[in-house]
């Protein structure tokens, strides 16, 4: 399994970008980059997923270079909802009994 | 999306004693589930793998014995904290990946008093 690297944590306002980066140095060529949401006292929540180049949904989009060593989460005008640990998982999509390990996780700020 | 369900969302228990959680696949049958543990301010720890009509398969370090995991059918996983202790008060929470990403229940906050 793919170990990932991220900031242990971010501050923004709203209204602004963010981008968290995600490194991935040994990611394998079938695997996938997936991150996640976590609010307090929640289950994380699927975010977004992708292999290559962007991939864009109605909350977030992600970048990912072509050498695939890293990635970066992109979260649109954000607001104060928007506070809460991102985790990026790296691992095979078509392997539904393997297990996922978490990384440390980025704790995103946002402020008034 | 599916949806995986845990309950019950909070539980106090007494030292000694044991308390089971259910981990619930409302729309889509698993065949692995999965159980985290997750300690104020850190990250979700893997803590085993279960399998439907088979044993569990544990991380290192985590206690078979204390955290007891049942995978009776292709909907339900139950975990079971064996003689709880203080140090046992955590958040726990499951996860089943049904397509290609993983869908975790709401988690599941017990304190051992």
């Known amino acids: 399994l793919a170990k990932t690297t991220q900031p242990i944590s971010m501050d923004s306002y709203e209204g602004q970008e963010v981008n968290i980066t995600c490194s991935h140095n040994n990611i394998a060529t079938n695997d996938y980059i997936t991150w996640y949401q976590q609010f307090p006292s929640q289950g994380p929540r699927f975010i977004i997923q992708g292999y290559k180049t962007k991939v864009t949904n109605e909350v977030a989009s992600l970048f990912i270079p072509a050498d695939r060593k890293s990635s970066t989460l992109s979260l649109p005008r954000v607001s104060l909802s928007d506070t809460a640990v991102y985790y990026c998982?790296?691992?095979?999509?078509?392997?539904?009994?393997?297990?996922?390990?978490f990384g440390q996780g980025t704790e995103l700020s946002v402020k008034p | 999306g599916a949806v995986v369900s845990q309950h019950p969302s909070w539980v106090i228990c007494k030292s000694g004693t044991s308390v089971k959680i259910e981990c619930r696949s409302l729309d889509f049958q698993a065949t692995t589930m999965f159980w985290y543990r997750q300690f104020p301010k850190q990250s979700l720890m893997l803590m085993a793998t279960?399998?439907?009509?088979?044993?569990?398969?544990?991380e290192q370090g985590v206690e078979k014995d204390k955290f007891l995991i049942n995978h009776a059918s292709l909907t339900l996983s139950t975990l079971t904290v064996t003689s709880a202790h203080p140090e046992d008060s955590s958040f726990y929470i499951c996860s089943a990946r049904p397509s290609s990403t993983a869908f975790f229940g709401q988690g599941t906050r017990l304190t051992v008093v």
């Open positions: 279960s399998n439907e009509g088979s044993k569990a398969t544990y």
């Open positions: 998982l790296v691992f095979m999509i078509y392997n539904q009994g393997g297990k996922l390990i």
